[in-house]
């Protein structure tokens, strides 16, 4: 991961800067910068806008007692919106607005959801799973492991009583 993560902080500003000279020289300098200002602002209002949704959505989830995970993923894509939005650039203002979208949040979730329970099952089913109670190991499809049993408390009544009342005081040496 770390690969990636360092191939995207060199290679994004430096597509932004050949970006800006294509811009600069097909636009001229001033409206270029104007340009910049200008999605940075929209940006912060459209943000604005609907991060107060995504918060009356979440707030009425907790009170209806559900779990607020679509509403805090929405939440989580406007922030990271808001932070593409106010860099510079025009490449990151294009993945902030395409995060604006409602349908846009929609395939990521779904796709980041796929890859979760893509990760989840194959780690489910590696070969040193559990085993299942004729010996054979689970594998896919076959639902969680649920171990059924009974129990029986250990020593009866009287013994928990023994136990409890103070050790008898012995003589020491003479």
């Not at 430096?14 to 104007?34: D, H, N, R, S």
């Not at 779990?67 to 650039?89: E, I, N, Q, V």
């Not at 990151?92 to 893509?118: H, K, S």
Request: glycine share 10%; hydrophobic share 50%.
């Amino acid at each position: 991961m770390l690969p990636w993560l360092l191939i995207l902080f060199v290679s994004v500003p430096i597509a932004e800067i050949a970006l800006f000279i294509e811009v600069g020289e097909l636009y001229g300098l001033w409206p270029t910068v104007g340009a910049i200002f200008a999605t940075a602002a929209a940006g912060s209002l459209l943000i604005r806008y609907q991060g107060l949704a995504v918060l009356r959505e979440v707030q009425a989830n907790v009170d209806a007692g559900h779990l607020p995970a679509r509403p805090l993923f929405d939440g989580f894509c406007l922030l990271f919106a808001g932070a593409m939005l106010l860099t510079p650039g025009f490449i990151t203002d294009g993945i902030g607005f395409i995060l604006l979208f409602p349908p846009a949040r929609t395939v990521i979730a779904v796709f980041f959801l796929r890859r979760l329970e893509a990760r989840f099952t194959a780690e489910s089913n590696d070969t040193h799973g559990p085993v299942h109670e004729a010996g054979r190991k689970s594998g896919h499809g076959q639902g969680p492991v649920i171990i059924d049993g009974d129990f029986e408390e250990v020593g009866s009544k009287e013994t928990a009583d023994d136990n409890d009342r103070e050790p008898p005081i012995l003589p020491g040496p003479s």
